[in-house]
């Protein structure tokens, strides 16, 4: 990793006793976005909240572009750490208009350069000139957002806090936000830190994935490393849906229910893990070979994708299949399962 703007080491926090962060380590690197993932409750939040100087860690360090900013006993005020901070709801000040709002972030300046940075900013965040005049109530979801981004960015900060700022949003708004803003940090070059519940926003948005359970993170990756090697079970299951199979591996290869998966572990007994992406059902005659043959039970139709369920040869569990929608086996078809790519096993 290059030289990174934002260096956390051993950080830990607890509340009445009861252990939120549980002494971690997280580098951000210059100019990327990273996405801390986890349940409610996980300690995300809390992340920020300390990364933010709202709370004060119990033990380790946050250093920001080289600068100390926290630990068990100094704290740099939240105002001087040039952070920016875009809230769930976007947090606009209800009484202000759109560019009242933009221009409580600048300070220091002429009422023309104010004026200036008003309309830098709202192009940069794709929104027109007139809306400097409207109210927040006049705005569109994704628009308040947009507004909330420009504030933040308003303060010239090396650094941006985005806490779940999408989830209010409806679903597809939410995924055009979420890319518009994305974008927007990117060409800007800022750091940015997002924590978030939603799995698909952290694996879509982010150059580094952090997967968190009980103030720990189970792993620290890039978004296709935490998703196609998962270091364990719950970061598995928890980043996407998975099919999991009794399995035994001998010379590279795992033989289940569905057949021989090539694979990256030890010989012996495990538990093979494959997502849904990863299976193709081929329809198979009835005077066919059927070994590993499978029976469809139910075609659930998505509009590009279906979703089989299909009961597979041996003593398991039916299975989840997903595939492009066009001709899909019928209800009671025989079908054989491929495996594309490399197969996870856990021991």
């Avoid at 004026?115 to 006049?138: C, G, H, K, M, Y």
């Avoid at 597809?172 to 924590?195: E, M, N, Y």
């Avoid at 299951?237 to 099919?243: A, Q, R, T, V």
């Amino acid at each position: 990793m290059s030289e990174a703007m934002v260096d956390i080491r051993g950080l830990a926090k607890s509340f009445n006793g009861h252990v939120v962060l549980d002494h971690i380590d997280l580098q951000l690197e210059k100019g990327s976005t990273t996405a801390v993932v986890g349940a409610s409750g996980c300690g995300k939040t809390t992340l920020l909240r300390l990364i933010a100087g709202f709370e004060t860690p119990g033990e380790g360090t946050i250093t920001i572009d080289g600068r100390q900013v926290a630990s068990a006993k100094r704290a740099v005020a939240p105002h001087r750490r040039r952070i920016g901070y875009v809230a769930q709801d976007g947090a606009l000040f209800p009484h202000l208009t759109v560019g009242q709002n933009i221009a409580y972030g600048i300070r220091g300046a002429t009422r023309d350069k104010v004026r200036n940075r008003i309309s830098e900013l709202l192009e940069t965040v794709s929104l027109d000139q007139s809306f400097a005049d409207r109210r927040p109530d006049q705005l569109s979801g994704g628009q308040q957002q947009r507004v909330a981004l420009a504030r933040a960015l308003a303060r010239q900060p090396v650094l941006m806090l985005l806490d779940e700022p999408f989830s209010a949003l409806d679903t597809g708004l939410r995924a055009s936000t979420r890319k518009v803003v994305a974008g927007l940090l990117a060409d800007a070059g800022i750091t940015s830190l997002l924590v978030t519940h939603d799995q698909e926003e952290a694996l879509s948005i982010a150059d580094q994935v952090a997967v968190m359970r009980d103030g720990r993170f189970t792993q620290v990756g890039s978004p296709q490393s935490v998703y196609r090697q998962p270091g364990d079970r719950f970061t598995a299951e928890f980043l996407g849906d998975s099919i999991t199979l009794p399995c035994v591996v001998a010379s590279g290869f795992a033989d289940c229910a569905i057949g021989r998966v090539a694979v990256r572990a030890d010989d012996g007994p495990g538990t093979l893990l494959l997502r849904p992406e990863q299976l193709v059902a081929k329809v198979v005659s009835d005077s066919g070979e059927l070994d590993g043959v499978g029976r469809v039970l139910a075609v659930e139709f998505l509009g590009h994708d279906v979703l089989l369920t299909i009961d597979p040869a041996g003593d398991v569990e039916p299975i989840i299949v997903r595939q492009n929608s066009l001709e899909p086996p019928s209800i009671d078809a025989k079908v054989r399962i491929e495996v594309v790519g490399n197969g996870v096993v856990f021991t």
